[in-house]
């Protein structure tokens, strides 16, 4: 029989578990208390439960913490590990250090159905969504997991194509009953579905990241499906309609193709669709996937492109490349894992 998982739980679950059970009502905070503020990994391990209520919990519930398979490491400390999930499938997640920060770049799903073309986990399709336990377990059972520092929800798959296991993660990372994180160490990117970022807006408190690309709806359209339906305008009006504290951050991803969305004419239109709204826009290289003829312009190019959007007002930074001798681009060292494991 396959247990059910208590990692991953909110305290309200928990409280329906310990119900079932026919447990005292405060059980439910010892067990959240076991599952996140301690680093233990079975239920045995409980030790101000009493063992009855271990024996009867261990009969229909398991702990749920699983160790990845493998990991590579890049010479600039960057670290990708390959996780297994549904249907024996494999999702990345990657543990990037920088000075002070550690950051863990967590999936949301196995595979994606958005289909973005410069994107190798698009290319995989859509496999399912990754459960709480699962989308949490990337972090917790991290080697390097009591140093991490920052979180981002950038990894594989949409994550607000599955909102609501990406809320129940958020709500237990920043609970006091949880993790008690600040949700500004928190970043959840999205290509900006149109409810679901609503819905993420007024039910988290952590910061925003909007996949943008061109600001130019045809080209937009070209590069992301998810344009035809969802447009940038649209997300743009919901930002600019919602009031952010102080603390909150907006940003947007822009990955700069060489002659594709580079040009004067771009930064002109990035200001007059970014005008009023308090952002800043990170600059990403592209990482090359196979059978993709995009290629992004040179560091001066890069650069320029970043002064003239400050130059418009727009705070701008470029993001460092990492892990570029580890398979870098998102879904292609889990394609390759995939590949090897079918041949
Ligand atoms: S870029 Fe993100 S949303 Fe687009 S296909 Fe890749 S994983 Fe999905």
């Known amino acids: 029989m396959t247990k ?46 009493s063992k009855k209520a271990r024996e009867l919990m261990a009969a229909e519930y398991e702990f749920g913490l699983t160790a990845p398979e493998s990991a590579a490491e890049s010479s600039d400390g960057t670290k990708k590990y390959l996780y297994k999930v549904l249907n024996n499938r494999y999702i990345e997640t990657a543990y990037i250090p920088d000075n002070e920060r550690a950051t863990i770049c967590v999936s949301s799903q196995s595979g994606c159905r958005m289909g973005c073309i410069f994107c190798m986990t698009g290319k995989q399709g859509f496999q399912g969504n990754l459960s709480a336990n699962e989308i949490l377990n990337q972090f917790r059972s991290l080697p390097e997991f009591s140093s991490l520092t920052n979180m981002v929800y950038m990894g594989m798959g949409e994550p607000l194509d599955n909102t609501a296991e990406v809320l129940k993660s958020l709500e237990i990372l920043t609970s006091t009953w949880g993790y008690g994180w600040s949700p500004t160490r928190i970043t959840v990117s999205t290509v900006g579905l149109l409810s679901p970022v609503r819905e993420f807006l007024e039910k988290s408190r952590c910061h925003l990241a909007v996949s943008l690309h061109s600001p130019f709806d045809e080209e937009r359209r070209q590069l992301m499906p998810v344009q035809k339906t969802n447009t940038i305008a649209e997300v743009l009006d919901i930002i600019r309609n919602f009031d952010f504290n102080s603390q909150r951050r907006v940003s947007f991803e822009y990955i700069l ?87």
């Open 4 to 49: 059910e998982k208590l990692y991953g739980k909110t305290l309200n679950e928990l409280i329906s578990v310990s119900k079932h059970l026919g447990l005292p009502a405060f059980t439910a905070r010892q067990i959240a208390d076991w599952l996140y503020k301690k680093e233990i990994s079975s239920i045995d391990e409980m030790t101000n439960l």
């Open 257 to 343: 193709f060489e002659g594709l969305n580079d040009t004067p004419r771009h930064i002109k239109e990035l200001a007059r669709i970014l005008n009023g709204i308090k952002c800043r826009i990170n600059i990403i290289r592209f990482h090359k996937i196979p059978g993709s003829e995009f290629s992004s312009p040179d560091d001066a190019a890069t650069l320029k492109f970043k002064e003239a959007l400050n130059a418009k007002g727009i705070l701008t930074t470029i993001r460092a490349s990492r892990g570029v001798d580890i398979q870098a681009a998102c879904g292609l060292l889990s394609t390759l894992n995939q590949n090897r494991q079918n041949s």
